[in-house]
């Protein structure tokens, strides 16, 4: 069965600081990957997604980037954290291939920039 | 992609079934309407989807107009855990497809 891990749970950061949030898929290859951002008490805004390694589309510009180092593997950096960057940050993935794919998401990474 | 509408709130008794409207007037041919939900600080899960015919799970039932511009879910005994956000998106899926959530309904089932 697939799985999808996301670490870490929580993070505190200063502001300025790098940020680096790890996401892995277990069980499916080729998938879409996804990383959203939800702020309270607010909806979730697609960021980025990749549809193979090294593809990255961006959604909003920002701070923000994501890469695709690996086939299931999904990364999102900051070099310098900004406070506006706190926030509930969610991995997703789904299959490429299909008609009709849901998406499965992480738990989350609660990120509060300090 | 085609942009839903839903009310921001709605209760629910605990046991009743819980009717959460959706408005896709501008959705295409090939988009699929989709229902995930988000219980508080937990990622969204997928509940449902469905392109023109009506669909059912051991979760929910997806019932979509004919002129597919709007689709109702229905959680046909709705209990305490139930109370989350739902959200409706229409997206293609597939390699074409990224999903866009909107504000959901938040619904709330009271004992």
């Known amino acids: 069965s697939q799985t999808i891990h996301q670490w870490p749970a929580t993070l505190v950061q200063p502001v300025g600081s790098p940020l680096s949030l790890e996401c892995t898929v277990e069980?499916?290859?080729?998938?879409?990957l996804y990383w959203y951002r939800q702020a309270a008490g607010r909806g979730l805004q697609l960021l980025f997604y990749?549809?193979?390694?090294?593809?990255i589309s961006s959604e909003v510009p920002q701070n923000l980037s994501a890469s695709r180092p690996q086939d299931r593997q999904f990364i999102l950096s900051s070099k310098k954290l900004l406070l506006s960057d706190s926030g509930f940050y969610l991995c997703?993935?789904?299959?490429?291939?299909?008609?009709?794919?849901?998406?499965?998401f992480g738990q989350g990474t609660r990120l509060t920039v300090v | 992609d085609a942009k839903t509408t839903q009310p921001p709130s709605m209760d629910c008794a605990e046991g009743r079934a819980a009717n959460l409207p959706c408005n896709h007037s501008?959705?295409?041919?090939?988009?699929?309407v989709y229902w995930y939900r988000q219980i508080h600080s937990q990622g969204p899960q997928y509940i449902i989807h469905?392109?023109?015919n009506n669909e059912t799970n051991e979760m929910a039932s997806l019932i979509i107009t004919e002129d597919r511009k709007s689709s109702t879910l229905i959680l046909p005994h709705a209990t305490l855990r139930d109370t989350a956000v739902y959200y409706c998106?229409?997206?293609?899926?597939?390699?074409?497809?990224?999903?866009?959530f909107g504000k959901g309904t938040k619904l709330s089932v009271k004992p």
């Open positions: 990749s549809v193979g390694i090294g593809q």
């Open positions: 469905g392109l023109k």
């Open positions: 501008t959705i295409s041919g090939n988009e699929y």
């Open positions: 069980g499916t290859s080729n998938p879409n």
């Open positions: 997703a993935w789904s299959l490429a291939q299909g008609a009709s794919a849901e998406a499965f």
């Open positions: 998106i229409a997206n293609y899926g597939g390699s074409q497809g990224n999903l866009i």
